[in-house]
C-alpha cells in the first residue's frame, strides 16, 4: 500500500516562506513524476510544480521565481519551497506522485491528504 505524508504547511505572514515535504511510502517499484498541486475554496485543484524522476521543474507562471521544487530519490521525498508567499497562494496543497507499485503493475497518480496553508496577517 502507498502513501504519502505531507509535512510543512501553517500560517505565515505575506511575504514570508514555508517548505513543504512529501514522503511517499509502502510497495514502491518506481516513482516517475513527482509534484505539489493547491486547491483554493470554490476554486479547481491546480498545478503547482512538478519535477521528473531525472529533476527536471516545471512550474505554474504564477509561482515562478518564488517557488522552488526538488526531490530526493534516496529518500523517495519531495520539496516545496516557497518564498514570498501571497495571500492569493492561500490553499490546501497536496502532493502528487505517479508511480509503479510493483514491476507489473500499472503506473498511476497517488494523492497525499493535503496540508492546509494560510498567508494572512
Known amino acids: 500500500q502507498v502513501q504519502l505524508v505531507e509535512s510543512g504547511g501553517g500560517l505565515v505572514q505575506p511575504g514570508g516562506s514555508l517548505r513543504l515535504s512529501c514522503v511517499v511510502s509502502?510497495?514502491?517499484?518506481?516513482?516517475?513524476?513527482m509534484g505539489w498541486y493547491r486547491q483554493a475554496p470554490g476554486k479547481q485543484r491546480e498545478l503547482v510544480a512538478s519535477?521528473?524522476?531525472?529533476?527536471?521543474?516545471n512550474y505554474a507562471d504564477s509561482v515562478k521565481g518564488r517557488f522552488t521544487i526538488s526531490r530526493d530519490n534516496a529518500k523517495n521525498t519531495v520539496y516545496l519551497q516557497m518564498n514570498n508567499l501571497k495571500p492569493k497562494n492561500t490553499a490546501v496543497y497536496y502532493c502528487?506522485?505517479?508511480?509503479?507499485?510493483?514491476?507489473?503493475?500499472?503506473?498511476?497518480?497517488?494523492w497525499g491528504q493535503g496540508t492546509q496553508i494560510t498567508v494572512s496577517s
Open positions: 519535477i521528473t524522476s531525472g529533476g527536471s521543474p
Open positions: 502528487n506522485a505517479d508511480l509503479r507499485p510493483a514491476r507489473f503493475d500499472n503506473r498511476r497518480d497517488y
Open positions: 509502502g510497495s514502491i517499484f518506481r516513482i516517475y513524476a
